[in-house]
């Protein structure tokens, strides 16, 4: 997968270049934030966030999900490692924005996120990393530290010769009493990883 465009990124956070990759099934580009820090074709352990375009979260600051304290945190952390984001365009675990607005009427009906979805007739989660690894291997890294608390992120890249997750850093930001049964159930259901407590 190459970029089909790359630009400077100045943020709040730090700078940072933007690369817009192409999308088959999206309109939108999938993007990856690099670093200004990041070094193309390093040997050292690469901090990576893998995160999945959420507009309510990412745009909107939801208390519903961990996602834009997730973003923010990853964004402040990349920055000060030389690490890279990846953006990818799969809003609400792939369902995209209207069925998971609809998904979210569910959860105040009492089903959790994962019932949600599979009652509005889409998998429990739709995503795939697949793109990611392709940028990742575009921008030539080796070694990643992975910053999440989903076991599912790290399996993406069990079979994945050129890549090796090397370490995984827990992302534990966000909690908001709107958001105790959201991540209770990525607990439960998916195995996410919350430090001590899990
Ligand atoms: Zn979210």
């Known amino acids: ?25 999206e ?25 999945s375009e959420c507009m309510t979260g990412d ?10 304290e997730q973003l923010a945190s990853s964004m402040m952390h990349l920055q000060k490692e030389g690490g890279i984001l990846i953006y990818l365009r799969q809003e609400g675990r792939g369902i995209g ?3 998971k607005l609809k998904a979210y009427n569910l959860q105040d ?23 990611a690894i392709e940028i990742l291997k ?5 070694s990643i530290n992975l910053l999440t ?15 090796n997750v090397i370490d995984r850093m827990p992302l534990e930001v966000g909690l908001d009493p709107e958001n105790k049964d959201y991540l209770e159930a990525k607990r439960l259901v998916k195995g996410h990883l919350f430090g001590a407590k899990s």
Do not use: W
């Open 1 to 25: 997968m190459k970029p089909i465009v790359e630009s400077r990124l100045p943020t709040k956070y730090g700078g940072f270049k933007i690369l817009a990759f192409e999308a088959d099934v």
């Open 27 to 51: 309109q939108m580009p999938h993007l990856a934030l690099v670093s200004d820090k990041f070094i193309k074709g390093t040997e050292k352990i690469v901090h990576v966030r893998v995160h």
């Open 59 to 68: 745009v909107f600051s939801s208390s519903r999900c961990d996602c834009g």
């Open 97 to 99: 924005l209207v069925e």
């Open 109 to 131: 009906a009492g089903q959790d996120t994962f019932e949600a979805n599979v009652n509005l007739g889409h998998p429990e989660d739709g995503r795939s990393f697949v793109p």
């Open 138 to 142: 575009y921008l030539n890294v080796k």
């Open 149 to 163: 608390n989903n076991p599912d992120k790290v399996r993406a890249f069990d079979d994945v010769d050129d890549i």
